[in-house]
Structure formats: structure tokens, C-alpha cells
């Protein structure tokens, strides 16, 4: 059986990866607290997300017009 390699990323990370820093660790950090944005796991204390789990929610949030809500992100607060 072959073990599937996971890149684990921090908030910083997929803040500055993902995001290339126009979207705030907080603001990731407030979506965790009301169940929205990408998916993450939690190890004790640390939050990481998997850059699959990452790419998908990026790949999810997909629009034709601007009407268009999220499944997960409607009522979304961002922190500024």
C-alpha cells in the first residue's frame, strides 16, 4: 500500500501561498469559528490545512455573476 504524502499548511501559509496575502490569517481564523472556508484539521493546538483541501475550496468558489452565493460563505464576515 503506497502512503498518500500530504503537504500540511499554516494560516500564514494559506494566507500567503494560496492567497498571495490579499486574504488575512484573521479572516481564515473567523471563518474557522463560524464553519466556513477551506477545510482544516487540527493537531492539540495547531490548525493546519491540506493544499489539496485548499485548492478544492478555491476551485468550489467558482462563479458566473456576482449574484452567486457560496454553499459556505454566504454571510461570510471578513476581518479587516
Known sequence: M?????EWLTTKQV????FGGELKPTT????RCQG????FKK???LVRY???DVAAWIE???RTHTGQVSKNMDQVSIAR
Open 2 to 6: 503506497e502512503k498518500k504524502h500530504v
Open 15 to 18: 494566507s500567503e501561498d494560496c
Open 28 to 31: 481564515l481564523e473567523v471563518w
Open 36 to 39: 466556513k472556508g477551506p477545510a
Open 43 to 45: 493537531f492539540g493546538r
Open 50 to 52: 491540506s493544499r489539496a
Open 60 to 62: 468550489q468558489q467558482t
